[in-house]
């Protein structure tokens, strides 16, 4: 079992940045493939980024290539999303995700969740 808690979202003006955090308690982090997703209101949730087990791959959503950067700290149990250039369709709830492959991550579809926290852009 794998415990996660996002935090750092906020209300910034476009253009912004923010880093988000997802902390994780239970079994061995550094096991698994971390990823975030996104989902804004009256939408489904997408697939953001994703960083492998040992943080040296990463993949990312065509929508935030060469904005946001995903990377991890498995000393810390932690593993972030910096958010620079920020857009107001960017605006959602965005959450975290732990599997055990780079291709379960990116679908979604399993594995264990964070609660979301919130992310509002402001034009």
């Known amino acids: 079992q794998v415990q996660l808690v996002e935090s750092g979202g906020g209300l910034v003006q476009a253009g912004g940045s923010l880093r988000l955090s997802c902390a994780a308690s239970?079994?061995?982090?550094?096991?698994?493939?971390m990823g975030w997703f996104r989902q804004a209101p009256g939408k489904e949730r997408e697939f953001v980024a994703a960083?492998?087990?040992?943080?040296?791959?990463?993949y990312y959503a065509d929508s935030v290539k060469g904005r946001f950067t995903i990377s991890r700290d498995n000393a810390k149990n932690t593993v972030y999303l910096q958010m620079n250039s920020l857009k107001p369709e960017d605006t959602a709830v965005y959450y975290c995700?732990?599997?055990?492959?780079?291709?379960?991550?990116?679908?979604?579809?399993?594995?264990?969740w964070g609660q979301g926290t919130q992310v509002t852009v402001s034009s």
């Open positions: 239970g079994r061995t982090f550094s096991s698994y493939v």
């Open positions: 995700n732990a599997d055990i492959t780079i291709a379960a991550v990116v679908a979604g579809l399993e594995g264990y």
């Open positions: 960083i492998s087990w040992s943080g040296g791959s990463t």
